[in-house]
């Protein structure tokens, strides 16, 4: 195959070479064109300025997307809502997201971002009066209330890092419900460390979601733009956690998940 010749004294890069078009007639030529503008995957930002690239990636204009966990509408401060149908809730509207009030198959996305530290989560007199470290968090993404046990099953709620994982397992099930065939789920979450171990939060839920049929589909890496602040370190043993997940899964289609079991 037969390329353009290169100027003089220039050279071929891998990028060039991605994008060079072929000569010879009747042969299938590549298409695009060379970018830096492309969306990438880890970002120094705030979740209001990637989860918009998430949307333009994965997401197509006039979807109806539920944000599930809603709260003051963070990740939504630079995204043009004209373009969706969206339908926003939380536990501050009467809506928990492990018992959607929508049909089987009804929308084309969820987007889902719990609480996603065991502070949040745990039924102790210091949240319950307010304090806390979290406590702030849990006022802006529900209605400042302790989550409870599954509405669903009526289990007692479960304790530390089993809290945040059970929300999530537990959100991820209805949202595979509620998702039409093609669907997207959008989950926003943090690793963290718990009783002075390592739980990598993401995999828990890529691993769980995919055991429902959910297909991985993208990943980005939000990375706080300040420092966080210690209070109280004595012997620190685990890097601290400065960045967090946005993970987007696909319900496949029965055909399409099929086909790739049969590969």
Same mark, same amino acid.
């Given at each position: 195959?037969?390329?353009?010749?290169?100027?003089?004294?220039?050279?071929?890069?891998?990028?060039?070479?991605?994008?060079?078009?072929?000569?010879?007639?009747?042969?299938?030529?590549?298409?695009?064109?060379?970018?830096?503008?492309?969306?990438?995957?880890?970002?120094?930002? $705030?979740?209001? @300025?990637?989860?918009? +690239? =998430?949307?333009?990636?994965?997401?197509?204009?006039? /979807?109806?997307?539920?944000?599930?966990?809603?709260?003051?509408? =963070?990740?939504?401060?630079? *995204?043009?809502?004209?373009?969706?149908?969206?339908?926003?809730?939380?536990?501050?509207?009467?809506?928990?997201?492990?018992?959607?009030?929508?049909?089987?198959? /009804?929308?084309?996305? *969820? *987007?889902?971002?719990?609480?996603?530290?065991?502070?949040?989560?745990?039924?102790? =007199?210091?949240?319950?009066? &307010? &304090? $806390?470290?979290?406590?702030?968090? #849990?006022?802006?993404?529900?209605?400042? @209330?302790?989550?409870?046990?599954?509405?669903?099953?009526?289990?007692?709620?479960?304790?530390? !890092?089993?809290?945040?994982?059970?929300?999530?397992?537990?959100?991820?099930?209805?949202?595979?419900? =509620?998702?039409? @065939?093609?669907?997207?789920?959008?989950?926003?979450? +943090?690793?963290?460390?718990?009783?002075?171990? +390592?739980?990598?939060?993401?995999?828990?839920?890529?691993? +769980?979601?995919?055991?429902?049929?959910?297909?991985?589909?993208?990943?980005?890496?939000? *990375?706080?733009?300040? #420092?966080?602040?210690?209070?109280?370190?004595?012997?620190?043993?685990?890097? #601290?956690?400065? !960045?967090?997940?946005?993970?987007?899964?696909?319900?496949?289609?029965? #055909?399409?998940?099929?086909?790739?079991? @049969?590969?």
């Amino acid at each position: 195959m037969s390329v353009a010749p290169l100027e003089e004294g220039s050279q071929l890069t891998l990028d060039d070479e991605l994008f060079c078009q072929p000569t010879r007639p009747g042969r299938r030529t590549q298409g695009g064109v060379a970018t830096t503008s492309a969306v990438v995957s880890a970002h120094v930002s $705030g979740n209001a @300025d990637v989860f918009p +690239q =998430v949307l333009a990636l994965h997401v197509p204009r006039g /979807a109806a997307i539920a944000d599930v966990t809603y709260g003051n509408g =963070v990740f939504w401060k630079h *995204v043009d809502t004209s373009d969706y149908t969206l339908l926003a809730t939380d536990l501050a509207t009467g809506t928990d997201c492990r018992d959607l009030p929508y049909e089987d198959g /009804a929308l084309d996305c *969820v *987007v889902l971002d719990p609480p996603y530290a065991e502070g949040l989560l745990r039924d102790t =007199v210091e949240h319950k009066a &307010g &304090g $806390g470290s979290h406590s702030a968090f #849990r006022d802006y993404y529900s209605n400042g @209330d302790e989550t409870s046990g599954d509405p669903r099953s009526g289990s007692p709620a479960p304790k530390w !890092h089993a809290a945040v994982s059970d929300l999530y397992f537990a959100a991820g099930r209805e949202a595979w419900r =509620v998702l039409k @065939d093609g669907g997207v789920l959008i989950v926003k979450c +943090q690793d963290e460390v718990s009783a002075n171990r +390592q739980w990598l939060t993401h995999v828990e839920v890529i691993n +769980q979601y995919e055991a429902y049929g959910f297909y991985t589909k993208d990943l980005f890496v939000v *990375v706080r733009t300040n #420092r966080p602040v210690i209070s109280r370190l004595k012997t620190q043993v685990h890097a #601290r956690k400065n !960045h967090s997940y946005f993970l987007v899964f696909v319900k496949p289609s029965p #055909r399409k998940t099929k086909s790739r079991r @049969d590969r």
